[in-house]
């Protein structure tokens, strides 16, 4: 190995993005107006008071283009970013391709993932506020980790519904939301009336963020001290993790390259988001550049939904948002990438999609593991299960350029390590994951559940 | 918060340190000879090689100053050195102290850890000599994941005894060691005749480091194209380590500040040596500096062992080296802190030790654990349970200075993160962490293993 054959890329710490970049500002078409749950009648920014930190609120609607990252979120953002963005050389030259392939590391963070970019100025805005608590759901745990950190360092107390399948599979990231403080309950639970709904018709529910998000909501609504948090899906969430891709241009630079694709795995959206919207006004400019979401084949969303108003949560307590959706009844199978087995999608991405300004693909679990283990032996970095999805396309997309004889500049968002998800590794090794599709049956019945507007 | 309330201190990454440096050239008193475990004569460095490459028995006795990193060594190095060093605000805010608290991440390297960065020189020295296959053993994992990615980068195979109980206590260790391609299994086991012997006479052995090594070396002399490698204790790992604090002191002077006091854990010495060993030519020089080696009260090496010539195993089949020790039959109670149970420690640790130069402390385990969480809350890092025995101390530190009234500055190493020990952290929670000392008559029992010289 010479020199030249690692390569990380570093901003110096002022180059952390002062302002997060809203691509509401840029977009062709704006999702049309999300809908009150009783009355589907489009929803005024009140109607989100009794759960969402005003500013939050303000955000989510906002069409400003840039939105100043408060100082004292911006602070904390320094004990991690800039993340580096890494050459994987390593990659390239186990797959004797001679494409150029990037990765942004969001695993520096102390909480291992994106999500503690969102997770800081949620709860900012919230303490600002005078809220106390906060209320959550977690899928695989990423997000429920973050936001309990985030609140012990702002001083809330932390309420997460962890989905029961990952709640016993991922044991340890039980463990490390206590060690931060937080108080994290399988669920459905029996704590809420949502939760109590759900065990009633099946006590052996596996659980679904769906679930899991109407319990938190429902925490929130009843109690004055604690609002509630999401973690992806919304357009505030979306727009705190553009700090992802306005870095990665800025590193790009440095050695003087462009992508021709980027790709991130695409679970409610906001880690896609993160490192492609900034791309989208160039994107829209003309600029010869594809954007890439990638799901799994057990919850293909975009691939495979359809594009309508759905809640967000399974007890429809949620505003319902135009969408690609599977319905919000939608129960994927336990596949190991917790964190993509959301029904829908964010909105913004959803119409961007619709759109045709990004793809989407979808994959099997068994050939991510595949390319996981082919990353962490070449680029040391064991990653999460979820983030492997973006390695398998990336590796996909290296692979496909040289069958073409073209060298392309390939870009991912490694979103987080792999640490906690040794387990899934295990079942991997010891050749018990499944390679699961969504049947057509399944999505025909799921999508029963679309409501009327 | 504030600005100021957040410090990283970042180097570039041409101030990767380009030699390492060897504290042989500087003490007082250099250890006595090794002695060949057949003869207890003087060790011959010949009588090294069935097991070790010859570049590293060189660096195990040479009194150069200053050993050059081989370039492929720093290339690799590079991923994630510089690590930072972090001003802890928040800890200190939280204690109330007005002493400089400073920390040494380590964490940042791809396997969570301190031991990458002697891996890597090791199985580099290794295969340039042609040797195909790795043979070694872990106590809690981290030296076996590091072995294993760095045998995975330079296409070595790896093969590790890991010591049973940590085998048991953390599954995941053992993934990620597979992750990276290695074979891994419980010892003692019965691949080797030093494993046999001791499940014949116990076959309940939650195993020590000191039978894992009796295997790996057994391994190690039967193979042709295989060595054998200790993540620990030799001199030659000790000086790998010393990039540690060769950056520690560059980043201290970007903040125009020398530390009062320098504290590590303590296990086989090598994680301590790397921060501290830098400082002791400026000890020497008189300079007003404390270093604390901090071991777990269940394994007091330094502090309650007995300074003698001992073997580095259970079967008395490595050299006999002089170091303080509790005896090579010692049977550590099974604390969560699994690197640091090793009964002896380094040669050059106890030499400095023994002349005064630095000094040792005894800790509890859930005083210890106390610390990692206040820690894990304020700096945001869970920090490694063998980490979290210098945290504890710096604390001690701490608040000791503000009794006196003075503010001192403190750095201490966090050797690496605790993402994979939540299991520990789940017993400490729940109340089933036991503050265990060694008793005397344990010790004096233990002693009795030494051999006679």
């Known amino acids: 190995m010479s020199r030249d054959e690692l390569t990380k890329i570093m901003l110096p710490e002022e180059k952390i993005p002062k302002f997060w970049y809203n691509v509401q500002a840029d977009m062709p078409t704006l999702p049309p107006p999300g809908l009150n749950p009783q009355t589907m009648q489009p929803l005024a920014p009140s109607d ?28 904390l953002y320094k004990q991690y970013r800039p993340s580096p963005l890494f050459r994987a050389r390593q990659l390239e030259k186990a797959l004797d391709v001679n494409s150029k392939i990037y990765y942004k590391y969001e695993g520096v963070s102390p909480v291992g993932s994106h999500k503690f970019n969102t997770a800081l100025p949620q709860v900012f805005y919230n303490k600002i506020q005078g809220i106390k608590r906060i209320a959550t759901e977690t899928g695989a745990g990423q997000w429920g980790t973050a936001l ?48 109590r709904r759900v065990l009633e018709k ?14 938190a909501v429902e925490d929130a609504i009843k109690r004055d001290d604690t609002n509630y948090s999401l973690g992806s899906v919304l357009n505030h969430v979306c727009l705190h993790q553009t700090v992802i891709g306005q870095e990665v241009k800025m590193q790009l630079e440095m050695v003087d390259d462009y992508p021709d694709v980027v790709i991130a795995c695409c679970g409610g959206g906001s880690n896609f988001a993160g490192i492609t919207f900034p791309f989208i006004p160039d994107k829209i400019a003309g600029k010869n550049i594809r954007l890439v979401a990638v799901e799994p084949a057990a919850c293909p969303t975009l691939t495979r939904g359809v594009f309508a108003y759905d809640y967000g949560d399974v007890a429809g307590m949620t505003p319902a948002s135009m969408m690609y959706t599977l319905g919000h009844d939608f129960m994927p199978s336990g596949i190991h ?22 793809e989407a693909v979808a994959v099997m679990q068994n ?3 595949e390319a996981a283990m082919l990353f962490a032996q070449t680029e040391s970095i064991v990653p999460a299960p979820e983030s492997a999805h973006a390695i398998r396309v ?13 060298s392309r500049t390939i870009v991912f968002n490694l979103s987080g390590h792999g640490f906690l998800d040794l387990g899934s590794y295990d079942m ?6 499944e390679d699961v599709a969504l049947s057509d049956t399944e999505l025909q019945e799921s999508l029963k559940s679309l409501p009327r507007v």
């Open 428 to 433: 991997y090794l010891s050749g018990k994951t």
């Open 48 to 75: 989100l008071e009794p759960i969402f930190a005003k500013e939050l609120i303000m955000q989510e609607v906002s069409q400003e283009r840039w939105i100043e990252i408060p100082s004292e979120v911006r602070d």
């Open 202 to 215: 099946n006590p052996d529910s596996n659980g679904t963020l769906a679930i899991a998000i109407s319990e």
């Open 394 to 406: 990336a590796v996909d997309e290296a692979l496909q350029a040289k069958k073409e004889g073209v």
């Open 367 to 369: 050939p991510t593991f």
């Open 337 to 358: 990438a917790g964190g993509l087995r959301y029904h829908g999608d964010s909105s913004l991405v959803s119409q961007l999609y619709h759109d045709g300004l990004i």
């Open 148 to 195: 309990s950190l985030a609140c012990k360092l702002f001083g809330l107390e932390a309420m997460v519904y962890m989905v029961k399948v990952s709640f016993y599979q991922k044991p340890y990231r039980r463990s490390i939301m206590e060690v931060y403080g937080a108080k994290c309950v399988p669920s459905p639970s029996n704590l809420t009336e949502a939760g």
